[in-house]
C-alpha cells in the first residue's frame, strides 16, 4: 500500500497547520514555505481539506487558514480519506465495486474487511496533534 503525493503532502501541510494552532491563522504561502510544498499544490489541498472539514479558511483582514478541530481529534485516517476517499485495500471491500473474474471461488475476500479494518483503525489512532508534536522534536 502506498499513498498518492497528494497525500503525503496533505499529512505534511496539516502537520504544518497544527503547528500554527493556537497561536495565529496562517496562510498557504506560509505554508508553502514551511513544508517547501509548490503553493499552487498547497492552495489545492487547502480546498480539498477545507471540504472535508479538517481546515477553516477566511479572506480578509485577520484571515487565514487554521484547524477546524483541535489537532488531537483529526486522526492520519482523516487525512488520507479527505484526499483519497475511503480506505479500501482492494476493490473487494465494496461490493459495488468487485468486479474481479475470481469472486465467486475467493477464499480470500471473506478476510479483507477484517484487514482494511485493521489498516483504517492503525491510521485512525495516529492524531495529528501527534504527528505535529514529533516533526518538533
Not at 492552495?43 to 477553516?56: E, N, P, T
Not at 480506505?87 to 471491500?93: E, N, P, V
Amino acid at each position: 500500500m502506498r499513498l498518492s503525493n497528494m497525500a503525503d503532502y496533505a499529512v505534511v501541510v496539516m502537520g504544518a497547520a497544527a503547528r500554527h494552532c493556537g497561536v495565529a491563522r496562517t496562510s498557504a504561502t506560509e505554508l508553502a514555505s514551511e513544508t517547501g510544498i509548490a503553493l499552487p499544490t498547497v492552495q489545492k489541498l487547502v480546498s480539498i481539506l477545507g471540504k472535508a472539514g479538517l481546515l477553516r479558511s477566511a479572506r480578509g483582514l485577520g484571515g487565514g487558514i487554521q484547524l477546524a478541530r483541535p489537532a488531537a481529534a483529526i486522526s492520519l485516517a482523516d487525512i488520507i480519506e479527505a484526499v483519497e476517499g475511503p480506505i479500501a485495500m482492494t476493490g473487494c471491500i465494496n461490493e459495488a465495486t468487485c468486479h474481479c473474474s475470481i469472486e465467486p471461488d475467493c477464499n480470500v475476500k471473506p478476510h479483507w474487511q477484517h484487514v482494511n479494518a485493521a489498516v483504517k483503525g492503525a491510521l485512525g489512532q495516529v492524531s495529528l496533534a501527534s504527528l505535529a508534536s514529533e516533526a518538533r522534536a
